[in-house]
């Protein structure tokens, strides 16, 4: 009788939590009453190609910045009282990931994106509600595919998907539990931010998260126990363990399955090549093939020959640094502002894709960010210059 | 690929050969597990050394030069360790129960997944994470392609003397052991190949569980308990991620913290020398791998030099110390040396560290975001829920037992100093936006598992009571 009860409770708990966790309104209805479906057909393609196909729209390349893109005009659906979105793809790559994007009534002109649950097979669903900017008349709704930003470089070859359904429809018990599964059971890629912390974006809207459920299942099993069990001493000590470790295995189990599809997607990138080939398909590979181009220049300078780099990013400037060692390469910023805008006559610098700064081939001045050398022109490219400080008044 | 071979194996051969030398137990409830770990951790450090000693001047030769050493190294200690082992280890004849041979089976397939899974990711991927190519990288990668070594200074004397053979970055005074490592995977890889280099994380992670495993055995705590202790350690998110994206230093901190403190603790619980060497020289090598190496070996120390005076002396110690403290910054401040930051200058208000800059004291209100960081992103599993209810559970082990009593005091000191560095100065904004806050408690994870083990086995005269006041030791079968 006593184990019975403990169940009961046990099951009413995770039930409890799990409502808890998706933000239940318990005079929800449990489907949606109201729902603007579209198929995938229904959506034009403003990025990219894409033509219809029997499962929907079939997108076939990417457009410019290897984005794809496609839309549907609404005629003003009410935003607040339509705050679930369900979205299903077939066969959407694992380098490639996924925004909502739409426009209100009151600002036409502007485009709100809002990143979304890598799509798995089937049904995926999102809360819109947690999103600020969801709210007015919605006159536009569309999807943006992408290559993972950080991972994937955009000269990574595309493969073709499907976009088969997308629906607005209005809250209910099944699409709050939906969104909440497919929140926990959405992969997101590895980034920047992985060695720091893990999830997806901070700053990206998400449902309750599951580390805090677990925990607060297992606390109702050890609490319940102590109350209807009379687990005391060992026993209790026992079944307290039993619950964490299960818990502790769930969040691993479910950690495992995140590191499996990230192995998957690296191995789409890289498994079968040797080391340089490797090199080229990371994510930064266009700035790979500069410093590639920028080497052969500096091949003929001593290997004390200062170089300094600028650019418009600080992630391109230390990228470029780390590609064109081991030459005796600095960040240009961080040497002027740690020791002297005063350059020696002989220095190297090399500026990328920065649009305020500029070499004047018939001054021989090398201009840019409130800063002015005599120099000359050693090399360049389409978006950089290799320039050579000459002596002279800055 | 031999050779990328030969730079595991000789380190690690090196390497156990003087772990086993050092503690002279070659038997024993987790002593091979133990040896593996250590000797990992020994060897690399070594090689290192070795690469910095033997190679500055050629680094494309450091595996031809180092790996014969090294392989005499490990011969000559392997015979140090095989005549002075110990001859008095005795193994109970107790048998594992069904369900514990189940849970180890069970925590090792588990572990062993993980590690396969985080090695596969490793040994495909160009490096990634930012710090690793813009800091830890830049050295190594220059010294080898090189093919010497340069030295790193500040911008200003680069640009002063544009004639000298003198490099610059951002993070130059980044201690260099790490660097060393990987030029020597570099050398033995016969090429600036990154997965290769990098796979030496998936290494550290698994020397790491060997370690923590073997030591928890020879204090006394039962397989089952430190197989699951050891997987839960490496099921840890943002350990495993450190390994997977592997190229920071942070992984290899909490490593040499854990070991250091582990050794320390069967030096505490059961004696021998070798064990405290062990503790003294893995705590030293701390501000070797990054600049906070300093703070943790500084803790550690100060607790080992307390922990072994009389209890009535150490309080007044304490008490003497926290007024000369007072009265000194009262009078305007002090300043002190530590070991790889300078002399740092303590004034009311502020703390100047030369290799960190100025910290202006005061108070932050970032408790919202290290908690999020701690118990709501998926970083650390169950540990800080779990943490708190062992440590209120069995609280009066850190009154019967002194090897709780001091782990526990050096990591709460460990913890005060994260609280006021995240709470009381600039470093405030490293816990805001889930940077660097969670990558320096992650230096504390193993040890942290190590006071779960302490805590959580069963009380025993045996664990407690120092081996050299036993006529017989006795090994816990576990």
Redesign the interface.
Known sequence: MRRTAWAVAMLASVLGVLAWAAGLDPRAPFAPAQEHAFNGTQLQPRMGQAVASAEGLRIEAVGEGATALQSIALDGIDAAAHPFLRYRFSAFPQTFELSLIFRRADSLDEVRVVSLPWPDAGDSWFDLSVVPEWKGRIVELGFAQFPTPQVVAPTQPFEPFTLEAVALGTPSWKGEFAALSTDWRGHWP?S????????RD?DTPRAR????C??LV?AFAIVWGIVLLRWRGPRLATAAAIA??A??LL??LH??AG??W??QT??A???GMD?PA??TR?ADADLLAVANRIKPALARES??T?ILVHSGSSYEQ??L??HL??H?V??LP??IE???PE??A??LVIVYASEDWSFDAASGRLRGGGLDWPATRVAGGGNWILARIAEGRR | MTASLLAWILPVFAGAGIHAAFVRELRGPGAVAAMLGYGYFIGLFLAAFLTCLLAGTQTSAAFARVAPCLAVIGAVAWSAAWYLRSRHVEISAARLSNAARVVIAVAVALVVLRLWTLAAEAALRPVFPWDAWSAWSVKPKTWYLLDRFVAYVDPAAWLAAPAADLRTSAVWDYPELLAWIEVWFASAAGAWNEPRIHLAWSGALAALGLASYGQWRGIGIGAALAAVLAWAMLSLPLIDAHAALAGYADLWMAAVFGLAVLAWLRWIRRGGAGQLLLAAGFALCLPMIKLEGAVWLLILSMVGVLGSIRANLRWRLVLGAILLVTIAISLGGFVFPMLGLGWVDVQWGEIVVPALGVLDLGWRPVGAAMLTGLFTLPNWHLLWYLLPVVLVWRWRRFAEDPASARIGTALLACCVFLFVLFFFTDAAAWAENHTSANRLVLHLVPAIFSLLAVLLAQPSSAAVAPLRDQPKADVDPG
């Open positions: 590895w920047q931010r992985s060695v720091h912390a893990l999830g901070t998260p599951l580390v805090v677990v925990a297992c964490v470790a818990g502790w969040l691993d950690w495992q590191l499996a990230r192995g690296t191995r990138l890289y498994a080391w490797q090199e990371a290997d004390r200062r230390l990228r640094v780390y060692l081991p005796n600095a960040v961080q040497v740690q020791a002297s350059l020696p002989g220095t």
